[in-house]
Protein backbone atom coordinates (compact mmCIF):
# COMPACT_ATOMS: atom_id res chain seq x y z
CA UNK A 1 0.00 0.00 0.00
CA UNK A 2 2.34 2.58 -1.25
CA UNK A 3 -0.64 4.73 -2.84
CA UNK A 4 -1.47 7.93 -1.34
CA UNK A 5 -5.07 8.33 0.15
CA UNK A 6 -7.48 11.20 -0.16
CA UNK A 7 -6.58 12.76 3.08
CA UNK A 8 -2.93 12.70 2.27
CA UNK A 9 -3.62 14.41 -1.09
CA UNK A 10 -6.11 17.24 0.91
CA UNK A 11 -2.90 17.92 2.68
CA UNK A 12 -0.92 18.13 -0.18
CA UNK A 13 -3.20 20.48 -2.11
CA UNK A 14 -3.40 22.33 1.14
CA UNK A 15 -0.26 22.80 2.00
CA UNK A 16 0.55 23.96 -1.65
CA UNK A 17 -2.10 26.41 -1.38
CA UNK A 18 -0.44 27.84 1.80
CA UNK A 19 2.85 28.27 0.26
CA UNK A 20 1.06 29.97 -3.08
CA UNK A 21 -0.49 32.35 -0.66
CA UNK A 22 2.71 33.37 1.72
CA UNK A 23 4.12 33.72 -1.80
CA UNK A 24 1.44 36.41 -3.28
CA UNK A 25 0.91 37.88 0.00
CA UNK A 26 4.81 38.20 0.59
CA UNK A 27 5.19 39.87 -3.70
CA UNK A 28 2.34 42.01 -3.03
CA UNK A 29 4.34 43.69 0.36
CA UNK A 30 7.92 43.68 -1.79
CA UNK A 31 5.83 45.42 -4.67
CA UNK A 32 3.90 47.73 -2.55
CA UNK A 33 7.15 48.65 -0.75
CA UNK A 34 8.95 49.34 -3.86
CA UNK A 35 5.98 51.78 -5.05
CA UNK A 36 6.21 53.76 -1.68
CA UNK A 37 9.57 54.00 -1.68
CA UNK A 38 10.09 55.22 -5.64
CA UNK A 39 6.91 57.73 -4.28
CA UNK A 40 8.69 58.65 -1.67
CA UNK A 41 12.09 59.81 -3.69
CA UNK A 42 9.93 61.16 -6.52
CA UNK A 43 8.39 64.00 -4.02
CA UNK A 44 12.12 64.47 -2.67
CA UNK A 45 12.94 64.91 -5.90
CA UNK A 46 10.01 67.81 -6.59
CA UNK A 47 10.65 69.39 -3.39
CA UNK A 48 14.84 69.38 -4.43
CA UNK A 49 13.71 71.14 -8.10
CA UNK A 50 10.84 73.33 -6.28
CA UNK A 51 13.95 74.58 -3.38
CA UNK A 52 15.89 74.89 -6.85
CA UNK A 53 13.10 76.65 -8.72
CA UNK A 54 13.00 79.20 -5.69
CA UNK A 55 16.43 79.90 -5.44
CA UNK A 56 17.05 80.61 -9.02
CA UNK A 57 14.05 82.89 -9.17
CA UNK A 58 15.05 85.17 -5.88
CA UNK A 59 18.87 84.98 -7.34
CA UNK A 60 17.26 86.38 -11.09
CA UNK A 61 15.27 89.15 -9.24
CA UNK A 62 18.28 90.31 -7.45
CA UNK A 63 20.49 90.73 -10.02
CA UNK A 64 17.46 92.70 -11.47
CA UNK A 65 17.52 95.10 -8.90
CA UNK A 66 21.50 95.51 -9.18
CA UNK A 67 21.59 96.26 -12.60
CA UNK A 68 18.68 98.67 -12.15
CA UNK A 69 20.72 100.27 -9.55
CA UNK A 70 23.82 100.23 -11.82
CA UNK A 71 21.98 101.42 -14.68
CA UNK A 72 21.20 104.32 -12.45
CA UNK A 73 24.65 104.98 -11.60
CA UNK A 74 25.55 104.68 -14.90
CA UNK A 75 22.79 107.54 -15.99
CA UNK A 76 24.26 109.52 -13.46
CA UNK A 77 28.02 109.63 -14.49
CA UNK A 78 26.68 109.90 -17.94
CA UNK A 79 25.00 113.21 -17.09
CA UNK A 80 28.33 114.33 -15.26
CA UNK A 81 30.83 113.69 -17.85
CA UNK A 82 28.44 115.24 -20.40
CA UNK A 83 28.90 118.24 -17.65
CA UNK A 84 32.43 118.19 -17.11
CA UNK A 85 32.85 117.83 -21.04
CA UNK A 86 30.66 121.15 -21.49
CA UNK A 87 32.91 122.63 -18.87
CA UNK A 88 35.91 121.62 -20.56
CA UNK A 89 35.09 122.93 -24.33
CA UNK A 90 33.73 126.11 -22.45
CA UNK A 91 37.42 126.39 -20.41
CA UNK A 92 39.04 126.14 -24.11
Known amino acids: MTGM ?3 DWTEVVGAI ?13 VVQFAK ?6 ESAR ?3 YRRLAETATQAQAENARLLAAMDGRLGGMETRMSTVERVLSDVD
Not at 36 to 41: Q, V, Y
Open 17 to 29: GIFALLISVFTVT
Open 46 to 48: ADD
Open 36 to 41: TRRARL
Open 5 to 7: SDH
